[in-house]
């Protein structure tokens, strides 16, 4: 399991019965997980010092209840050393359990930010193509260790916030296009116009609609994205990676997407496997998802 250990201002304290407690810079929220099974003793006094419960309603959705919790609050993650310095993250909770953040990609930043910096400091470009790049994580990241991105969301409000989270990492000066549109259908404009990246990133929901009522549903659309998205890696490609919170696609099927689509043409090596977060004291693991990453050899 690839972890994310490496926060400061994010923890996960406690996980019971179908919840997890977290701490975001100081401020507890309690939130629904189902990967949570389990119905362990809540021995922490952190459950009972709450400053937000999002609360699962039975008919679906369900809504937030607040204590002590500002409208808007600011964490910041350090990204490896010689690879840009801190990211910080403006934070909110917002429609069905979401803060604007997902910490488990930590580990993904690393990942790809040292790749990143290293390539820049052989004085060689780095494009970045990052699809459904919801509030810009991966994009602050990628730009931080000197790569030029391109950001792609079908929701205005979630590039805007992308945007506030750039200007307070003091990115708002890196070279960043940040488009609102259907991931898709840009990615068939891209290959009309003969553009290339040297990487790409995809984060794509299970479910969701584009700025014009286009369907996606990851089932169904994931492997002719990639597919499409092959034609569009140069032939100096850095790397690849693809995001699943979907239970339905594991690690392994992430890997033979890339083996069958990407290493083919570019060779270099393909892994894969689960997410996770420590829990603070328990010393276990709260998976958070997958990913499968292919990298160049060079």
Same mark, same amino acid.
């Given at each position: 399991?690839?972890?994310? @250990?490496?926060? *400061?201002?994010?923890?996960?304290?406690?996980?019971?019965?179908?919840?997890?407690l977290?701490?975001?810079?100081?401020?507890?929220? $309690?939130?629904?997980? #189902?990967?949570? /099974?389990?119905?362990?003793?809540? !021995?922490?006094?952190?459950?009972?010092? %709450?400053?937000?419960?999002?609360h699962?309603?039975?008919?679906?959705?369900? *809504?937030? *209840?607040?204590?002590?919790? #500002?409208?808007?609050?600011?964490?910041s993650?350090?990204?490896?050393?010689?690879?840009?310095? +801190?990211?910080?993250? @403006?934070?909110?909770?917002?429609?069905?359990?979401?803060?604007?953040?997902?910490?488990?990609?930590?580990?993904?930043?690393?990942?790809?930010?040292?790749?990143?910096?290293?390539?820049?400091? !052989?004085?060689? !470009?780095?494009?970045?193509? @990052?699809?459904?790049?919801?509030?810009?994580?991966? =994009?602050?990241?990628?730009?931080?260790?000197?790569?030029?991105?391109?950001h792609?969301?079908?929701s205005?409000?979630?590039?805007?916030?992308?945007?506030?989270? +750039?200007?307070?990492?003091? $990115?708002?000066?890196?070279?960043? &296009?940040?488009?609102?549109?259907d991931?898709?259908?840009?990615?068939? &404009?891209?290959?009309?116009?003969?553009?290339?990246? !040297?990487?790409?990133?995809?984060?794509?929901?299970?479910?969701?609609?584009?700025?014009?009522?286009? /369907?996606?549903?990851?089932?169904?659309?994931?492997?002719?994205?990639?597919?499409?998205?092959?034609?569009? %890696?140069?032939?100096?490609?850095?790397?690849?990676? /693809?995001?699943?919170? =979907?239970?339905?696609?594991?690690?392994?099927?992430?890997?033979?997407? $890339?083996n069958?689509?990407?290493? #083919?043409?570019?060779?270099?090596? =393909? =892994?894969?496997?689960?997410?996770?977060?420590?829990?603070?004291?328990?010393? $276990?693991?709260?998976?958070?998802? +997958?990913?499968?990453?292919?990298?160049?050899?060079?």
């Amino acid at each position: 399991m690839i972890l994310a @250990n490496r926060w *400061e201002d994010y923890k996960v304290l406690d996980t019971s019965d179908g919840e997890k407690l977290e701490d975001w810079g100081g401020y507890i929220l $309690l939130r629904p997980d #189902p990967q949570v /099974i389990w119905k362990t003793p809540k !021995e922490q006094k952190a459950w009972k010092h %709450l400053n937000a419960h999002y609360h699962r309603s039975s008919k679906g959705g369900g *809504e937030w *209840e607040f204590f002590d919790l #500002p409208h808007q609050w600011q964490i910041s993650y350090k990204l490896p050393e010689g690879c840009g310095g +801190a990211l910080t993250f @403006n934070l909110k909770p917002f429609s069905f359990k979401h803060t604007g953040l997902f910490p488990e990609q930590a580990a993904n930043w690393d990942w790809f930010s040292k790749l990143i910096a290293k390539r820049v400091a !052989e004085g060689r !470009e780095v494009r970045v193509l @990052n699809l459904f790049a919801y509030t810009g994580g991966a =994009t602050l990241a990628a730009a931080a260790a000197g790569a030029r991105v391109t950001h792609v969301d079908a929701s205005k409000g979630m590039v805007n916030w992308a945007k506030e989270n +750039a200007q307070s990492s003091k $990115l708002s000066d890196k070279p960043v &296009r940040w488009l609102v549109d259907d991931c898709g259908k840009f990615v068939e &404009r891209e290959l009309r116009r003969g553009s290339r990246y !040297e990487a790409i990133i995809m984060d794509p929901p299970s479910y969701g609609r584009g700025p014009k009522g286009e /369907i996606w549903k990851i089932e169904d659309s994931i492997y002719d994205l990639v597919k499409l998205c092959a034609g569009l %890696l140069s032939e100096e490609a850095l790397f690849f990676l /693809i995001n699943s919170y =979907t239970t339905g696609l594991q690690p392994g099927v992430l890997s033979y997407m $890339l083996n069958v689509l990407i290493k #083919p043409g570019f060779g270099g090596t =393909t =892994t894969a496997d689960e997410i996770g977060i420590p829990l603070e004291k328990r010393g $276990l693991v709260l998976p958070c998802g +997958a990913c499968g990453r292919w990298q160049s050899e060079s």
